[in-house]
């Protein structure tokens, strides 16, 4: 028993010393350095250096390397662990602090190795723990991955219990990117997950530095996570989405919005997103479809949308479309993007009228606009094929663009280049590369090319060739090419080439040739160490080249070193050159300039015969002559009136040219000044003119400059004195003489405000003498002229001064007229020439003024009284305002073209703004007086209304009436025309008529003068005027007519009369009878000129009444001859003409000769006027013969010797003419054609009357 209890003791013993020994064992591994040391040391593929510590507690080391021998190495610099074992009493681990300074892992290349499934969903595990993990601190630097970059930096701190994680901070950072999650997970189930996420990225980029900043809340489960983010830094945008991580493919739905997306912070404010919105939807296996839409931030926006679909081996754009209100739009479509074996895009562009200038505000339209363009491309690789179809609009019309496009991203080659337009077309190809500078090389073939296009009266058609190929680089620009034209330009043939070449620095034209019609230009030129040109034209019809042009102009030209010291000659000479539109014609132009080394030469151009608008220059020449610092230029010009020479020497000198104008001579007006002292002349080398004091003479006339500045600013210093106003005769009106002399002076500056100075003219004491019309009332008042006899009234004034002060602010002006008989006037303006419509202020004043001073201007006979008054002036220069009254005393005015004469007139006119209230009164002849009354305004062009009243006015139209009138009438003036109303009565008076003037006879109303534009209708004339005549007596006595005027007119507009006049106890004497007028009226009833006569004369014998009868219109009466009772046309005119029967054949002869010469003196008038017109003189008609051989003859002088008859039969076909010349008064040489011809000496002698 003892033995088994001693057994049984050791059995007990032995595992109880077991376990201690273990404990010992482990406590001695766990608790102490040496025991953690070997631990580590004897596991497998361990390897620990530098540890310290106990693996209970805290320990420590340099590094830990682990290995499994099949390729997998993990490396983890610095490790410490310190973790507490006392918690384990409590069922949790307690980690307080797990860092490592890095961490490397480096893993073995599976190669070919099966992957994972990844078609199946993942199904997640449900975990839990029965003990509770805190981890306090978990902190680990750098992680990499064979060698790659996984992370910088991870930290964490959180709880582990059960089947709930609570993660209290979960720290990443990787290079730029750091991130922040917090937040709680359940592994059960699918995982609920709620938890914080925040992230920023440092931005390195210059166009947007800053960091990014997004915070994210992720709630649902792993398996449906649902995640809301906000981006606030640099951008603001919020993304919410749901992903599903465990599905195959990931699948996920997402959106982002931002109500203002700025790309970079400089970005142009137009091209800022506003109400963005972007939304995918799909998986990793099938991609994500994208839809989204924003709008420009342009004025008004612009909407644009994307739609397309995106997977990891590329993108399908349905479109891309910015789209405004008006459908313009640009758009992108029908797009593919695949990076899976390189880079390759293709896809269709489309523009249609987009408004990119919205995009780009700042910049102006171009003249080129892009109507419309398709653009289908394709990108593979660096090379890229496409087709461009163009539609554009020019400021000549549209333009459309073709081409097939080429290439990669150092060449492009466009195919099938096609350009055209309504100007014409051009088609060809173009390589362009870009490689080490650019290089290419062109071939276009041009058609249709109409110049019109630009140049209107180019009309026409051109075709050709352009070549062009070169390149540019390093060694600078190197290219050569040739154009090649012909057509039609202006109906002219055209035909031009041309050939270049470049190389660097220098160039050279080969050859320039060119025909249009008969006109020819050869040339060359070339650019290498100098610059050298030759150049021929040969343009003998300048018609061909432009419309208006005319004439002949040959050219050559030869120049070598253009540009630094040039050489050569220049030619040119002309004839009957003319520029119809400016009316310019030269006679003959012929120049030459020769230019020699040190910039010496000589130039001399001569002309004859210029006329320009009217004006005409007889001859001009320049001649300059000499070198760059010495020369001499001369200009002469001769004119129909006036003659000019100039001549000056100088030199450029130090940038500037300096000499001085040494001579000149000025004839015009029977003036001939002279240059008395030369003016110095600088042009300095800012463009400065400076002319220097000098003077001109003639006579004792003297005109001097003081030193002047004339550009850029003016400094003017003119003094004139002497000059004689004698010369101003031409100007003046011939019946006024003005002999004195004038004095003036004008100091004027120009500068950026405007004119500063002043200006006087003063003819000091003196007259003006009026030439007197004959007047029997002055006669005595004149002086008369010893070389003509004719008769001056002088006016004497003792004071004519004008003088004017230019400010910026104001123009003031001041003019002074005053004699003692003469009176005085004066007139003080200021006009401010700066304000709209230049305000004026000022006074006009005139005392006891003389008014014959403006009579010769009036062109009447007598012009005669005082004028008084003052006005003030305000308002602007276009409109005055006045303010004032004038007054008119012992007014007189007389002319013979008058008929009426006005004696002590006096007018008295109110002026108030721009209206004048005007009354007046005035005598005529013995017992004539009469009134006016009224108003007068000009503000809306000139306006008058008068009442015009006159008692017993005597009225002469000489030598035809001498009336007494009674008038009373209204004339009204305005835009409307004239108007009279009123009623004018002729009561007593007499008309005697002798004889019609020439301008009785009237123009025919569809006369044509050729050359002569036809006369604006005058002045409308409106009239309600009554005119009674004869209450008293009107005697009338004319062309054998006798008796009284009686009757009554209404004139109404356009001289339209309604009304009668009649001839009472008319008399008529016709043949050398008196005839009673039995009925005489005329009849008004439309054109004043055109009444309806009814005139009958009669002589009774016995018991016969024969008479002669006018009717119908005034301008073509009917006569005709009539009896009571009824006979033959013979009779009655036999008893009109001898007061009885005819009694045999001498009567019928005097009767037909009598009817004939009453047709014959009707046509009178109308016969000299048909002479006139067509150069005969004194063209008469009269009869000849007697019987049946009676005939008309019209005569007249081609000449003073020379006449011509010409006869026609009125009762036999025998025509008959006949040419005379006059020797002397008695002998004649004559030449005749008609039933026989001869030729004629007549001697004529008168031996006077029988009984003489």
Same mark, same amino acid.
């Given at each position: 028993?003892?033995?088994?209890?001693?057994?049984?003791?050791?059995?007990?013993?032995?595992?109880?010393?077991?376990?201690?020994?273990?404990?010992?064992?482990?406590?001695?591994?766990?608790?102490?350095?040496?025991?953690?040391?070997?631990?580590?040391?004897?596991?497998?593929?361990?390897?620990?250096?530098?540890?310290?510590?106990?693996?209970?507690?805290d320990?420590?080391?340099?590094?830990?390397?682990?290995?499994?021998?099949?390729?997998?190495?993990?490396?983890?610099?610095?490790?410490?662990?310190?973790?507490?074992p006392?918690?384990?009493?409590?069922?949790?681990?307690?980690v307080?602090?797990?860092?490592?300074?890095?961490?490397?892992?480096?893993?073995?290349?599976?190669?070919?190795?099966?992957?994972?499934?990844?078609?199946?969903?993942?199904t997640?595990?449900?975990?839990?723990?029965?003990?509770?993990?805190?981890?306090?601190?978990?902190?680990?630097?750098?992680?990499?991955?064979?060698?790659?970059?996984?992370?910088?930096?991870?930290?964490?701190?959180?709880?582990?219990?059960?089947?709930?994680?609570t993660?209290g901070?979960?720290?990443?950072?990787?290079?730029?990117?750091?991130?922040?999650?917090?937040g709680?997970?359940?592994?059960? @189930?699918?995982?609920?997950?709620?938890?914080?996420?925040?992230?920023?990225?440092?931005?390195?980029?210059?166009?947007?530095?800053?960091?990014?900043a997004?915070?994210?809340?992720?709630?649902?489960?792993?398996?449906?996570?649902?995640?809301?983010?906000?981006?606030?830094?640099?951008?603001?945008?919020?993304?919410?989405?749901?992903?599903?991580?465990?599905?195959?493919?990931?699948?996920?739905?997402?959106?982002?919005?931002?109500?203002?997306?700025?790309?970079?912070?400089?970005?142009?404010?137009?091209?800022i997103?506003?109400?963005?919105?972007?939304?995918?939807?799909?998986?990793?296996?099938?991609?994500?479809?994208?839809?989204?839409?924003?709008?420009?931030?342009?004025?008004?926006?612009?909407?644009?949308?994307?739609?397309?679909?995106?997977?990891?081996?590329?993108?399908?754009?349905?479109?891309?479309?910015?789209?405004?209100?008006?459908?313009?739009?640009?758009?992108?479509?029908?797009?593919?993007?695949?990076?899976?074996?390189?880079?390759?895009?293709s896809?269709?562009?489309?523009?249609?009228?987009?408004?990119?200038?919205?995009?780009?505000?700042?910049?102006?339209a171009?003249?080129?606009?892009?109507?419309?363009?398709?653009?289908?491309?394709?990108?593979? @690789?660096?090379?890229?094929?496409?087709?461009?179809?163009?539609?554009?609009?020019?400021?000549?019309?549209?333009?459309?663009?073709?081409t097939?496009?080429?290439?990669?991203?150092?060449?492009?080659?466009?195919?099938?280049?096609?350009?055209?337009?309504?100007?014409?077309?051009?088609f060809?190809?173009?390589?362009?590369?870009?490689?080490?500078g650019?290089?290419?090389?062109?071939?276009?073939?041009?058609?249709?090319?109409?110049?019109?296009?630009?140049?209107?009266?180019?009309?026409?058609?051109?075709?050709?060739?352009?070549?062009?190929?070169?390149?540019?680089?390093?060694?600078?620009?190197?290219?050569?090419?040739?154009?090649?034209?012909?057509?039609s330009?202006?109906?002219?043939?055209?035909?031009?080439?041309?050939?270049?070449?470049?190389?660097?620095?220098?160039?050279?034209?080969?050859?320039?040739?060119?025909?249009?019609?008969?006109?020819?230009?050869?040339?060359?030129?070339? *650019?290498?160490?100098?610059?050298?040109?030759?150049?021929?034209l040969?343009?003998?019809?300048?018609?061909?080249?432009?419309?208006?042009?005319?004439?002949?102009?040959?050219?050559?030209?030869?120049?070598t070193?253009?540009?630094?010291?040039?050489?050569?000659?220049?030619?040119?000479?002309?004839?009957?050159?003319?520029?119809?539109?400016?009316?310019?014609?030269?006679?003959?132009?012929?120049?030459?300039?020769?230019?020699r080394?040190?910039?010496?030469?000589?130039?001399?151009?001569?002309?004859?015969?210029?006329?320009?608008?009217?004006?005409r220059?007889?001859?001009?020449?320049?001649?300059?002559?000499?070198?760059?610092?010495?020369?001499?230029?001369?200009?002469?010009?001769?004119?129909?009136?006036?003659?000019?020479?100039?001549?000056?020497a100088?030199?450029?000198?130090?940038?500037?040219?300096?000499?001085?104008?040494?001579?000149?001579?000025?004839?015009?007006?029977? *003036?001939?000044?002279?240059?008395?002292?030369?003016?110095?002349?600088?042009?300095?080398?800012? @463009?400065s003119?400076?002319?220097?004091?000098?003077?001109?003479?003639w006579?004792?006339?003297?005109?001097?400059?003081?030193d002047?500045?004339?550009?850029?600013?003016?400094?003017l210093?003119?003094?004139l004195?002497?000059f004689?106003?004698?010369?101003?005769?031409?100007?003046?009106p011939?019946?006024?003489?003005?002999?004195?002399?004038?004095?003036?002076?004008?100091?004027?500056?120009?500068t950026?405000?405007?004119?500063?100075?002043s200006?006087?003219?003063d003819?000091?004491?003196?007259?003006?003498?009026?030439?007197?019309?004959?007047?029997?009332?002055?006669?005595?008042?004149?002086?008369?002229?010893?070389?003509?006899?004719?008769?001056?009234?002088?006016?004497?004034?003792?004071?004519?001064?004008?003088?004017?002060?230019?400010?910026?602010?104001?123009?003031?002006?001041?003019?002074?007229?005053?004699?003692?008989?003469?009176?005085?006037?004066?007139?003080?303006?200021?006009?401010?020439?700066?304000?709209?419509?230049?305000?004026?202020?000022?006074?006009?004043?005139?005392?006891?003024?003389?008014?014959?001073?403006?009579?010769?201007?009036?062109?009447?006979?007598?012009?005669e009284?005082?004028?008084?008054?003052?006005?003030?002036?305000s308002?602007?220069?276009?409109?005055?305002?006045? *303010?004032?009254?004038?007054?008119?005393?012992?007014?007189?005015?007389?002319?013979?073209?008058?008929?009426?004469?006005?004696?002590a007139?006096?007018?008295?006119?109110?002026?108030?703004?721009?209206?004048?209230?005007?009354?007046?009164?005035?005598?005529?002849?013995?017992?004539?007086t009469?009134?006016?009354?009224?108003?007068?305004?000009?503000?809306?062009?000139?306006?008058?209304?008068?009442?015009?009243?006159?008692?017993?006015?005597?009225?002469?139209?000489?030598?035809?009436?001498?009336?007494?009138?009674?008038?009373?009438?209204?004339?009204?003036?305005?835009?409307?025309?004239?108007n009279?109303?009123?009623?004018?009565?002729v009561?007593?008076?007499?008309?005697?008529?002798?004889?019609?003037?020439?301008?009785?006879?009237?123009?025919?109303?569809?006369?044509?003068?050729?050359?002569?534009?036809?006369?604006?209708?005058g002045?409308?004339?409106?009239?309600?005027?009554?005119?009674?005549?004869?209450?008293?007596?009107?005697?009338?006595?004319?062309?054998?007519?006798?008796?009284?005027?009686?009757g009554?007119?209404?004139?109404?507009?356009?001289?339209?009369?309604?009304?009668?006049?009649?001839?009472?106890?008319?008399?008529?004497?016709?043949?050398?009878?008196?005839?009673?007028?039995?009925?005489?009226?005329?009849?008004?009833?439309?054109?004043?000129?055109?009444p309806?006569?009814?005139?009958?004369?009669?002589?009774?014998?016995?018991?016969?009444?024969a008479?002669?009868?006018?009717?119908?219109?005034?301008?073509?009466?009917?006569?005709?001859?009539?009896?009571?009772?009824?006979?033959?046309? *013979?009779e009655?005119?036999?008893?009109?003409?001898?007061?009885?029967?005819?009694?045999?054949?001498?009567?019928?002869?005097?009767?037909?000769?009598?009817?004939?010469?009453?047709?014959l003196?009707?046509?009178?008038?109308?016969?000299?006027?048909?002479?006139?017109?067509?150069?005969?003189?004194?063209?008469?008609?009269?009869?000849?013969?007697?019987?049946?051989?009676?005939?008309?003859?019209?005569?007249?002088?081609?000449?003073?010797?020379?006449?011509?008859?010409?006869?026609?039969?009125?009762?036999?076909?025998?025509?008959?003419?006949?040419?005379?010349?006059?020797?002397?008064?008695?002998?004649?040489?004559?030449?005749?054609?008609?039933?026989?011809?001869?030729?004629?000496?007549?001697?004529q002698?008168?031996?006077?009357?029988?009984?003489?």
């Amino acid at each position: 028993m003892r033995v088994l209890g001693h057994v049984v003791r050791i059995t007990l013993l032995v595992p109880l010393v077991a376990l201690a020994l273990a404990l010992l064992v482990v406590g001695w591994l766990l608790l102490t350095e040496t025991g953690g040391r070997w631990a580590l040391d004897h596991v497998p593929g361990l390897r620990v250096e530098g540890f310290e510590g106990a693996l209970a507690s805290d320990w420590r080391a340099r590094s830990l390397v682990y290995s499994n021998g099949q390729g997998m190495r993990l490396a983890v610099e610095q490790p410490e662990l310190s973790w507490r074992p006392s918690c384990l009493f409590s069922v949790s681990l307690c980690v307080d602090n797990l860092s490592a300074d890095g961490v490397a892992i480096a893993l073995p290349d599976t190669g070919d190795a099966e992957s994972p499934d990844t078609d199946a969903a993942i199904t997640l595990p449900e975990i839990s723990t029965p003990f509770s993990v805190e981890v306090a601190r978990l902190d680990v630097g750098t992680i990499t991955l064979n060698d790659s970059l996984i992370l910088d930096h991870i930290g964490f701190s959180g709880v582990f219990s059960g089947s709930r994680l609570t993660i209290g901070a979960l720290d990443v950072e990787r290079e730029a990117l750091s991130a922040g999650l917090d937040g709680t997970v359940r592994f059960e @189930g699918d995982w609920p997950v709620d938890a914080g996420l925040e992230l920023e990225y440092v931005l390195s980029g210059e166009d947007y530095p800053g960091t990014l900043a997004l915070t994210s809340g992720l709630t649902g489960t792993v398996a449906e996570l649902a995640v809301s983010a906000d981006l606030t830094a640099p951008w603001q945008a919020h993304l919410a989405g749901v992903v599903e991580p465990l599905k195959p493919g990931v699948p996920a739905d997402a959106s982002l919005t931002s109500a203002r997306f700025q790309a970079t912070p400089d970005l142009q404010q137009s091209l800022i997103l506003n109400q963005v919105m972007i939304h995918a939807q799909g998986n990793l296996d099938q991609g994500w479809q994208v839809a989204g839409n924003a709008h420009l931030n342009t004025a008004p926006e612009l909407p644009l949308s994307v739609r397309g679909h995106v997977d990891t081996q590329g993108a399908v754009v349905e479109h891309i479309n910015i789209q405004d209100e008006q459908d313009r739009y640009l758009r992108a479509h029908d797009g593919a993007v695949s990076w899976t074996d390189g880079l390759e895009v293709s896809g269709v562009l489309d523009w249609s009228r987009f408004p990119w200038l919205r995009l780009f505000p700042d910049l102006e339209a171009p003249p080129v606009a892009l109507e419309r363009a398709g653009l289908d491309f394709s990108l593979r @690789g660096d090379r890229y094929t496409g087709v461009l179809d163009a539609q554009l609009f020019t400021p000549g019309g549209p333009v459309g663009l073709k081409t097939d496009l080429e290439g990669n991203f150092q060449k492009i080659r466009l195919d099938a280049l096609s350009v055209a337009s309504a100007d014409g077309r051009a088609f060809g190809k173009a390589d362009i590369a870009w490689v080490d500078g650019i290089s290419w090389n062109t071939r276009l073939e041009l058609a249709g090319i109409s110049p019109a296009r630009w140049v209107a009266p180019m009309h026409g058609e051109l075709s050709g060739l352009l070549r062009s190929q070169g390149r540019s680089g390093d060694e600078g620009l190197q290219a050569d090419g040739d154009l090649s034209l012909a057509g039609s330009l202006r109906g002219q043939a055209l035909w031009m080439k041309t050939a270049a070449e470049l190389d660097g620095n220098q160039w050279r034209v080969r050859e320039l040739e060119a025909m249009f019609g008969d006109n020819r230009l050869t040339g060359s030129a070339t *650019q290498t160490d100098s610059l050298a040109a030759r150049m021929e034209l040969d343009l003998p019809v300048l018609s061909q080249l432009w419309t208006g042009l005319s004439g002949d102009v040959n050219a050559s030209l030869d120049a070598t070193d253009l540009v630094r010291e040039p050489q050569g000659s220049l030619s040119v000479e002309g004839s009957d050159i003319g520029y119809e539109p400016t009316e310019l014609t030269l006679e003959s132009i012929n120049a030459s300039a020769t230019l020699r080394e040190a910039l010496s030469g000589q130039a001399r151009i001569l002309w004859q015969g210029l006329d320009v608008a009217g004006q005409r220059i007889d001859s001009g020449e320049v001649h300059a002559e000499g070198n760059q610092q010495n020369h001499e230029v001369s200009v002469s010009v001769s004119h129909p009136d006036a003659k000019l020479r100039l001549s000056a020497a100088g030199g450029w000198q130090d940038g500037q040219w300096q000499g001085q104008l040494d001579g000149g001579g000025v004839q015009a007006v029977e *003036q001939h000044w002279l240059m008395t002292t030369p003016a110095s002349l600088l042009v300095d080398a800012t @463009g400065s003119v400076a002319l220097g004091s000098h003077c001109w003479g003639w006579n004792d006339a003297q005109l001097c400059a003081g030193d002047q500045r004339l550009y850029p600013e003016q400094h003017l210093e003119l003094a004139l004195n002497n000059f004689p106003t004698e010369v101003l005769r031409g100007v003046l009106p011939l019946d006024m003489r003005w002999r004195e002399r004038l004095n003036g002076a004008a100091r004027i500056s120009m500068t950026d405000a405007g004119p500063q100075g002043s200006v006087w003219l003063d003819a000091g004491a003196g007259k003006v003498s009026l030439r007197q019309i004959l007047d029997p009332d002055d006669l005595d008042a004149a002086e008369v002229d010893p070389e003509t006899q004719e008769r001056w009234v002088p006016l004497v004034y003792d004071a004519f001064r004008v003088e004017a002060r230019l400010t910026p602010e104001e123009a003031e002006v001041n003019a002074r007229l005053s004699g003692p008989e003469l009176g005085q006037f004066r007139a003080d303006l200021n006009v401010d020439p700066n304000k709209p419509g230049n305000p004026l202020n000022g006074e006009i004043a005139a005392e006891n003024f003389d008014l014959a001073f403006v009579r010769p201007f009036l062109d009447l006979e007598t012009v005669e009284g005082r004028l008084r008054g003052n006005a003030s002036l305000s308002g602007v220069l276009t409109s005055p305002q006045v *303010q004032g009254s004038i007054q008119l005393e012992e007014g007189r005015l007389l002319d013979q073209r008058l008929p009426l004469r006005f004696d002590a007139l006096s007018l008295d006119a109110v002026i108030d703004g721009t209206q004048a209230d005007i009354t007046g009164e005035w005598r005529s002849g013995e017992e004539g007086t009469g009134t006016l009354d009224g108003q007068a305004s000009w503000d809306e062009g000139p306006r008058a209304d008068l009442s015009l009243t006159g008692d017993k006015l005597p009225v002469s139209v000489e030598p035809f009436a001498r009336v007494t009138v009674f008038p009373d009438m209204r004339v009204r003036y305005g835009p409307q025309g004239l108007n009279v109303t009123g009623r004018v009565d002729v009561p007593r008076g007499s008309v005697t008529i002798e004889s019609l003037p020439e301008s009785a006879t009237g123009v025919s109303e569809d006369e044509v003068i050729v050359g002569e534009e036809k006369e604006s209708r005058g002045l409308r004339l409106g009239m309600d005027l009554v005119v009674v005549i004869g209450e008293e007596r009107v005697s009338f006595n004319g062309f054998g007519v006798t008796g009284d005027l009686t009757g009554r007119l209404r004139l109404t507009d356009d001289m339209t009369a309604n009304g009668e006049l009649n001839l009472d106890n008319g008399r008529y004497e016709l043949y050398g009878q008196d005839l009673t007028i039995r009925r005489a009226q005329l009849l008004f009833s439309g054109p004043l000129d055109r009444p309806y006569l009814d005139i009958e004369a009669i002589r009774t014998v016995d018991e016969v009444v024969a008479g002669i009868r006018l009717t119908g219109p005034a301008d073509e009466p009917r006569a005709e001859i009539f009896s009571e009772p009824t006979m033959s046309e *013979q009779e009655a005119l036999s008893y009109l003409v001898l007061g009885r029967p005819l009694q045999g054949e001498g009567d019928s002869y005097a009767m037909e000769r009598a009817a004939i010469g009453l047709g014959l003196a009707q046509a009178a008038p109308v016969t000299r006027e048909i002479g006139e017109k067509v150069g005969i003189e004194d063209l008469q008609l009269e009869t000849e013969g007697r019987g049946d051989e009676t005939s008309v003859v019209a005569s007249g002088y081609l000449t003073e010797r020379l006449s011509v008859r010409y006869g026609v039969g009125l009762f036999e076909p025998v025509n008959r003419v006949a040419l005379r010349y006059d020797l002397s008064r008695r002998l004649y040489l004559e030449a005749a054609s008609g039933l026989a011809s001869s030729l004629d000496i007549f001697y004529q002698r008168d031996f006077g009357k029988p009984g003489e």
